[in-house]
């Protein structure tokens, strides 16, 4: 199994970034894919996820109206697409394969999921 994401970088506020989470070595259809983020010397935040097989798909209220999840199965990726960022958007941002998708999972940070991507760093500028 292998999540690796990308797409981070910095950004001014306000600005927009696409982060990319491909996932190989598993059946993509069969799970959730989420992303969490974590910032230095905070908790990790679950920030949104979409399930395969229906496309349900969760956002975190901190986020909500300005990120997107989606995927494209064919290429086995998620995609977050991230608008209107703000400095507080400054975290690592990871993916991670999990179960389910939901709210449960969201305010655990989705910490029970199986495999996790190595993170990618977005930095918004203010």
């Known amino acids: 199994v292998q999540l690796v994401e990308s797409g981070g970088g910095l950004v001014q506020a306000g600005g927009s970034l696409r982060l990319s989470c491909v996932a190989s070595g598993f059946t993509f259809a069969d799970y959730a894919i989420a992303w969490f983020r974590q910032a230095p010397a905070t908790e990790r935040e679950g920030i949104s996820c979409i399930y395969q097989r229906n496309h349900r798909n969760f956002v975190a209220r901190s986020v909500e109206g300005r990120f997107t999840i989606y995927s494209d199965r064919d290429q086995n990726t998620v995609y977050l697409h991230m608008n209107d960022l703000k400095p507080e958007d400054t975290a690592v941002y990871y993916c991670?394969?999990?179960?389910?998708?939901?709210?449960?999972?969201?305010?655990?940070?989705?910490?029970?999921?199986?495999?996790r991507g190595q993170g990618t760093e977005v930095i918004v500028s203010s």
């Open positions: 991670v394969r999990d179960w389910a998708c939901g709210s449960a999972q969201m305010m655990a940070g989705f910490d029970g999921a199986d495999y």
